[in-house]
């Protein structure tokens, strides 16, 4: 069964902890799920978009192939520069975090918050 390998309550100092659920808590974790929650949100606008008979007109003309009336054109797109439009947000998701885990390290957590806007 799951879950039995540790002892949490009277080890260590956690008796020491005084810290309670606070509003700006409750703020802090809304603002963070709402986060996933945009970030979720426009990587599937992002894979509708791309299927879009306009969008793929003016950005990528030679996978119009896949909207032929026979097919279905869900997952028939074989272009790389497509597939990296698709995951450009996954991209800038990695390099945001790599930057921001090395601001943080050199000018603390506060100077990073405030950097980022």
């Known amino acids: 069964m799951a879950g039995g390998a540790m002892k949490v309550e009277g080890t260590g100092r956690s008796h020491l902890y005084k810290g309670h659920t606070t509003f700006a808590v409750v703020l802090i974790a809304i603002v963070a799920a709402s986060g996933g929650l945009l970030f979720g949100y426009d ?10 008979r306009d969008f793929q007109t003016r950005f ?5 192939s896949a909207h032929s009336s026979s097919t279905n054109g869900y997952c028939k797109f074989n272009d790389q520069l497509l597939q990296l439009f698709t ?8 390099v945001a975090a790599m930057v921001g885990m090395f601001t943080s390290k050199k000018f603390g957590r506060r100077a990073t918050m405030v950097m980022g806007g």
């Open 60 to 64: 990528f003309p030679e996978d119009l």
């Open 43 to 52: 990587n599937g606008i992002t894979g509708g978009v791309i299927t879009m």
């Open 87 to 94: 995951s450009s947000l996954f991209l800038a998701g990695a």
